[in-house]
T-cell receptor
């Protein structure tokens, strides 16, 4: 069974600070996705990375896929209260119809 | 508007009383999945479907059934619910296989189920 471990589980920071969320596995994934989930809603896709070493930026969010495609990170620069939410990473496989999700990181950005 | 809808959004039931959670998508997607979300465990796939009449087990299929008679609908059936099935359930759909390339999976708003 493939597992994805996210850390930390919970992060509370002040507005304007930076934060990094990590997603690690001993397995190789064909793709790695990051989602954000608001209370009472389903996860919404932020980004997909598919190439080892790939870096993608989405405004103040930077996503990186590890060279070996086993890990990923999400870095938020100058966090804002609107960044508050549950962040989930999910690894994709080449076959089947399966995403393996990490346990999630709950981020709270205080004004 | 492209969307995945689920009904009901909230459900409280008793052990053993059969229930169905409906899921419908309007994007003509071939691939659909059901997940359950429990604190600290992320989302775990229950069942998935790659097309009409094609379904397969995910990671936690015990106690659940699904059917895919039409492309747009993918109901989740609990024949005899038990308290350990109390959870938040999500239906999702995608154009191609989840996790393939940059394929995006669209999630419904969730169904919070409590089994007493």
């Amino acid at each position: 069974t493939q597992l994805l471990e996210q850390s930390p589980q919970f992060l509370s920071i002040q507005e304007g600070e930076n934060l990094t969320v990590y997603c690690n596995s001993s397995s190789v994934f064909s793709s790695l996705q990051w989602y954000r989930q608001e209370p009472g809603e389903g996860p919404v896709l932020l980004v997909t990375v598919v190439t080892g070493g790939e870096v993608k930026k989405l405004k103040r969010l930077t996503f990186q896929f590890g060279d070996a495609r086993k890990d990923s990170s999400l870095h938020i620069t100058a966090a804002q209260p609107g960044d508050t939410g549950l962040y989930l990473c999910a690894g994709g496989q080449a076959a089947g119809n399966k995403l393996t999700f990490g346990g999630g990181t709950r981020v709270l950005v205080k004004p | 508007e492209a969307q995945v809808t689920q009904n009901p959004r909230y459900l409280i039931t008793v052990t053993g009383k059969k229930l169905t959670v409906t899921c419908s998508q309007n994007m003509n997607h071939e691939y659909m999945s059901w997940y359950r979300q429990d604190p600290g465990l992320g989302l775990r796939q229950i069942y998935y479907s790659m097309n009409v009449e094609v379904t397969d087990k995910g990671d936690v299929p015990e106690g659940y059934k699904v059917s895919r008679k039409e492309k747009r609908n993918f109901p989740l059936i609990l024949e005899s619910p038990s308290p350990n099935q109390t959870s938040l359930y999500f239906c999702a759909s995608s154009l191609t296989r989840a996790g393939r390339g940059r394929n995006e999976q669209y999630f419904g708003p969730g169904t919070r189920l409590t089994v007493t």
